[in-house]
């Protein structure tokens, strides 16, 4: 930030910040200049919560071999901070998905019902039309919805260390159906709520997006970097794996707060880099809390 001065003499300089606060030499006619200060610069915000999310980058770290999805948060220098668990259900969420294939089948038999009572009672043939539209499209969706319905919610919860005798966190799901939106609660180790996080699904067609909402208001929108990576990651190049895209988190008024870093794989490590964030205006938590999310729940 410049500092503009004016000598006595009338000689107007444009001085490099590193000079505010002192006191200079005229060159044109030698007399004494007091440089003022530099206003003092905004706070930065203090981090609620544990000393240990008080850091600008986290390195997600995935355990395998595991029916849990488990991760070790390191800080830039590898020591290890906190160990995050989701749990996966499989034996569960199997079953779930075949309670929904069972109620997509009753569904379609009970269409062909309806559609059997049309033609025996000889009512209009425009009756069938939406019929035959529920029993294919609305069969997809009874499927999906009941599938839902029935499978366990995925939460997420942050420790102290792999001894789970500490929570630091709580991330929940807030509803097993999650047709059109997506969102979790998140929530300190005191159960205070400190944001919802969430995306719409019919809005991430093209570009996937996340956004928070703090109690006072929005927090951050987070999206895919590029929207031609993100429509090849929904091509053949996504499913095999071969294809990662980063999220961006801004501000509610535009500013890069941060950057989650899906394509570095070194080692298995994915990066939370919060350090454009210098005022911390996002609660670590919440962010540490979206960086899981979005490697968890949009398919790394």
Not at 91 to 118: K, P, Q, R, T, Y
Not at 181 to 188: D, F, M
Not at 224 to 233: G, K
Not at 268 to 289: E, G, H, I, K
Request: charged share 20%; hydrophobic share 45%.
């Amino acid at each position: 930030m410049p500092v503009n001065v004016i000598c006595a003499c009338g000689a107007a300089y444009n001085l490099k910040d590193e000079y505010a606060g002192s006191r200079l030499g005229c060159p044109r006619c030698g007399a004494a200049i007091s440089v003022p200060a530099l206003p003092p610069g905004p706070p930065v915000h203090a981090q609620a919560g544990d000393p240990a999310f008080a850091q600008d980058t986290f390195l997600l770290h995935e355990r395998h071999l595991g029916i849990s999805e488990k991760y070790a948060v390191l800080d830039k220098e590898g020591a290890e901070l906190m160990f995050v668990e989701r749990p996966n259900y499989i034996f569960l969420n199997v079953l779930a998905i075949f309670g929904g294939i069972v109620a997509g089948i009753l569904n379609l038999f009970v269409c062909g019902l309806f559609a059997h009572l049309v033609k025996v009672a000889r009512l209009d043939p425009l009756y069938l039309f939406p019929l035959a539209l529920w029993a294919k499209l609305g069969s997809f969706f009874v499927a999906i919805a009941a599938a839902q319905a029935l499978s366990r919610r995925r939460h997420i919860t942050v420790y102290r260390d792999d001894s789970r005798e500490e929570v630091l966190l709580r991330i929940t799901q807030d509803s097993s159906i999650q047709l059109l939106t997506a969102s979790y609660t998140v929530a300190g180790a005191d159960g205070e709520r400190l944001a919802r996080l969430y995306k719409k699904r019919l809005g991430n067609v093209f570009r996937k997006r996340w956004y928070g909402l703090g109690p006072d208001g929005p927090l951050f929108t987070a999206q895919e970097d590029s929207i031609i990576l993100s429509v090849l990651r929904r091509m053949v190049l996504g499913f095999l794996g071969l294809l990662h895209t980063d999220f961006i988190i801004y501000s509610p008024g535009g500013q890069v707060l941060g950057e989650f870093n899906r394509r570095m794989t070194l080692r298995d490590r994915y990066v939370l880099d919060m350090t454009p964030d210098s005022l911390r205006s996002l609660d670590r938590r919440v962010a540490l809390a979206l960086g899981v999310i979005l490697d968890t729940g949009e398919n790394r």
